[in-house]
């Protein structure tokens, strides 16, 4: 189960209040469970089309266990800057169909220029407390990703909706407490254009009295926090008055001072969505060349098996890398012929942990999944 604190400023971390797992369990989303299944199957097949739907969600993709609410202002005066802003790039391309399954589903990589998916209901756990009486305005954004697949404060909206409020969402009435996540929902039913890399957006706007929390989530190395970055930097954010651009969440630690107990480094909004995503035509044929399985079993303990496919001649080999992006064991499996494989892997030398695993052909193939090691 996630723990919350409370992040009142960044560069210091104030643990003012820790909701409970009980007090958690009716707010939050299907992943608190943490459950890991090895019951992989995968959609894709040596056809042109492939369809599906599912969660985009990388806080549970990158198996995060602790969350912080970041405290957002309001009526912005002063020092502080005209936008309190979090997003999260839908990029790279692969989620669940199954919350009680966190084993990904579906991952496009490289990311076809024919994908084209829906996006249903996008869903932020927040807190809010208004104690002004005025409105508050809550809004939710899909914009196009800019340069690098990165978000950007200046991008021009293509779908938006705004919830205004005079009342406080928590059912506790206060923002910190029992009671005072909110799941926060919206239902856009918008679809991308064949190739289109969007992002999910949130922006407030209140009265000073009034306090808007936002969850953000990182994987715990014990200390309450961690040094070490997800692989996937899908999250962004503006945060006045320290932040006056947009940045990468995972560009910014918080804590005093840097790498003690506690040092949090920011990671994944908890902003999801579930999609529906169809109609792959632009897919080429070295795209569909090779298909990589979850290995088995998952979580692993001393060895492990991993399978796929090849469609097409060529020489393969497996790169093993851990949560910071640092290959930790490659295998070289040398010229193979097109069939269906099954590799052995001794994992007795790595540590307990997350880990990513990489199919690479000389085709130019890069497919990559998740896995566990438990000792």
Known sequence: MKKIYTLIALGLVSIATTL??????????PHASQAVHSNFKTPFNTNARVSGSGYIDY????????????KFNSTYTAIDTSLNYAGVAIYPFFG??????????FNFSPYPTGL???????????????????????????VNLTGTN????????????????????????????????????????????????????FKYVGDKADTMGVLGSCINDGSGGTMTQAINPTSFMRYPPYINSVSTNRTIGYGSPVGSAGWYEAQDWELWAKISYNDLTGISDNELSATLYQNMPNP???KTIIKYDLAKATSVSIQFYDIAGQMVKEINEGE???GSYQLSVDISDLSKGSYFYSLKTSTGVSLTKKMLIAK
């Open 336 to 338: 193979m012929s097109p």
């Open 96 to 105: 669940f169909t199954d919350y009680s399954d966190n084993v990904d589903d």
């Open 59 to 70: 806080s549970w993709y990158d198996i995060n266990d602790l969350s912080y609410v970041f």
């Open 20 to 29: 409970s797992a009980q007090q958690l369990s009716s707010a939050l989303k």
């Open 150 to 201: 990165t978000l950007s404060a200046t991008a021009t909206a293509l779908w938006a909706d705004t919830l205004v409020t005079n009342t406080t969402l928590s059912s506790g009435g206060g923002w910190l407490g029992a009671g005072a996540l909110y799941n926060l929902g919206f239902t856009p039913g918008y679809t991308t254009s064949p190739g289109q890399k969007i992002g999910m957006v």
């Open 300 to 302: 692993s303990n001393g």
């Open 116 to 142: 084209t998916f829906t996006v249903d209901s996008i869903f932020m756990l927040i807190t809010h407390e208004n104690n002004s009486g005025l409105n508050d305005l809550l809004i939710m954004e899909l």
